[in-house]
Structures are given as structure tokens and as C-alpha cells.
């Protein structure tokens, strides 16, 4: 990693020329103007030994898939407004979910921004197999842009959706960082499956959430509490699909959610809970890595 990689907060936004890819430039601005933060906007190209018929870019041995690659890189920066700092890349690599963690890790990035697939009914995010490579392999937390609905504006509010397994510290760590660089409210939000929960249990666990959600802050950010900047909330449900669908989110709202028990090396590992969530969180959602310290950092 470069100097200058090391003192300049970095986004890889992975682009394609598609809706999709327009989603992720989309997303990337708002998060870019909200916290000063440079823009990676990269086109990874198979190596000509990986290419396969199933590869969205040709390998045809000569300079005119090179060109049609650039002009697809200079259509991207051009959406990029004069306000946000950003550049290209073209990475050669095995698959575009290699490509773009090699690229997050020579730019020293925060994180990298890739759009979801194509919503399904009301659903607005669902990863298809780049997400779920990068999901299962990337060091830096990945955002996920939702279909259509990605030009948020400023950040208005970070929601963490978090539990008692282990993990949730790292999550709730990287989520006040990230509310204060941004200087945005910040609201701890436990998600109860109450389904056969008597009454008395279920004021338990929010008692519960409440106490565990109070501690962290006291340790890391306790003015943000103190202010009524940041909440302990919990949201009720049959399951946590109902639990999340209930969940109230207002304009330019960002959700984290914390990668799986089972992630190793610090890596994101999305389990079967992230999956579920992931099906009606209707706005874009940051998965944190279990070791991550923060997404939007100050350093």
C-alpha cells in the first residue's frame, strides 16, 4: 500500500455497465460527500486463462476489448460529480470479486461498494454470486447498494442490527466511528423473535439488548448517548424477516449488520441470518467484518 493510500480514506466502488453498476456509483457519492472520501471505480478484466463463456468480458487477444473497457471506465468517472474525488481502475484478476479485494487492499480502502442484483418483487437487495464471493472472502466491510434505490443523499442516520453472539462488539464499534465521522444519529437496534415468547420474557431480552447496547457506548462514545445522538431500540416479530420488515427507516438511512460467527481471519462471512435480512431491508446495507475497528475511519 501506498503513502498515500495510507492517509486517504478510500472507497472501491466495483462498476459494470449495467443498472447495477450504476447503483454502486450512485451509493458511492452519497458516501463520499457525507465523509470526504475518495472513489476506486474499478472494472475488473478476467485473465485470458479464466475466460470462460460465462464471463461478461470478452478476452479477443487485441486492443478492442481494451478500449471498450475504458470507454466503460470513462462513462463511469463521468458520473461522478466535480465534487467527489475519485479514479479508475482496471484490475486484471482471476473473477471480479478477487479483483476487487486486491484492489481494496492495494488502495488501503475502507471498504468496497457493489450493487445489488435486480429486486425480486419488493425485495431491493439480493446478491448474486460477486456478493456472495466477496461476502465470504473480503477483509473490509462490503456495501450493498439497493436495486434502483441508491442515490440516497446525504447519510442520515446509521441502524445497526445486532444481537448477544459474539461478534456484535466489532459491529457496534465500527458503527459509532462510523456515526461520528459522519456526524450523523446513530440507533442500536436489536431485532427479538418473539414467537411463542411469553410477555414477561420478551421485556427480559429488550431489558437485555438494552443493557448491552448502554455498556458499549458508555465505553466508546458516551456523550453520543448522553446527547439522545445515539438509541438502544429493540423491533419484535414472529421471525426476524418480520422483525426487520417492521422496521421503521427514514431518507438517506444506511443499515450495518455484522458478518457471521463462522467468518475467520477477520473476514466477512454472511450466515443465514444476514441472508434473511438482506431479503426486506429496503436500504443499503454495510456488512462488517467480525474484527473490523470501523468503515468510515479517521485515520
Request: proline residues 4%; hydrophobic residues 45%.
Amino acid at each position: 500500500m501506498s503513502q498515500a493510500a495510507a492517509t486517504t480514506r478510500r472507497l472501491v466502488v466495483g462498476y459494470i455497465a449495467t443498472d447495477r453498476g450504476r447503483d454502486a456509483i450512485a451509493l458511492a457519492i452519497s458516501l463520499a460527500r457525507s465523509a470526504g472520501i475518495e472513489l476506486v471505480v474499478t472494472i475488473v478484466r478476467p485473465e485470458a486463462s479464466t475466460f470462460t463463456a460465462g464471463n461478461s468480458i470478452p478476452q479477443d487477444g487485441s486492443g478492442i476489448v481494451s478500449q471498450q473497457l475504458e470507454d466503460w471506465l470513462d462513462e463511469a468517472l463521468a458520473l461522478v460529480p466535480d465534487d467527489v474525488h475519485a479514479h479508475g481502475v482496471i484490475h486484471t484478476s482471476s473473477n471480479e470479486s478477487k479483483g476487487l479485494i486486491e484492489v481494496a487492499e492495494n488502495e488501503g480502502a475502507l471498504g468496497i461498494v457493489i450493487g445489488a442484483r435486480a429486486t425480486t418483487l419488493m425485495r431491493s437487495l439480493r446478491i448474486g454470486t460477486v456478493a456472495t464471493a466477496l461476502l465470504h472472502s473480503s477483509e473490509v466491510p462490503v456495501v450493498l447498494a439497493p436495486s434502483g434505490n441508491s442515490d440516497i443523499g446525504p447519510v442520515s442516520r446509521i441502524t445497526t442490527l445486532f444481537g448477544a453472539r459474539p461478534g456484535a462488539a466489532a459491529l457496534i464499534g465500527a458503527a459509532i466511528q462510523s456515526a461520528a465521522v459522519l456526524d450523523v444519529d446513530l440507533r442500536l437496534l436489536s431485532l427479538i423473535e418473539n414467537d411463542g415468547l411469553g410477555e414477561d420474557d420478551t421485556v427480559e431480552i429488550r431489558e437485555f439488548a438494552e443493557e448491552y447496547g448502554g455498556a458499549v457506548l458508555a465505553g466508546r462514545a458516551a456523550e453520543m448517548f448522553e446527547s439522545g445522538r445515539a438509541v438502544v431500540k429493540s423491533q419484535a416479530g414472529a421471525d426476524i424477516e418480520e422483525a426487520a420488515a417492521n422496521v421503521d427507516f427514514q431518507p438517506g438511512e444506511i443499515a450495518f449488520i455484522g458478518s457471521s460467527r463462522l467468518g475467520r481471519g477477520g473476514r466477512v462471512f454472511i450466515g443465514a441470518r444476514a441472508r434473511r435480512l438482506l431479503r426486506v431491508l429496503p436500504v443499503p446495507v454495510v456488512v462488517v467484518p467480525r474484527r473490523a475497528l470501523s468503515t468510515v475511519s479517521t485515520q
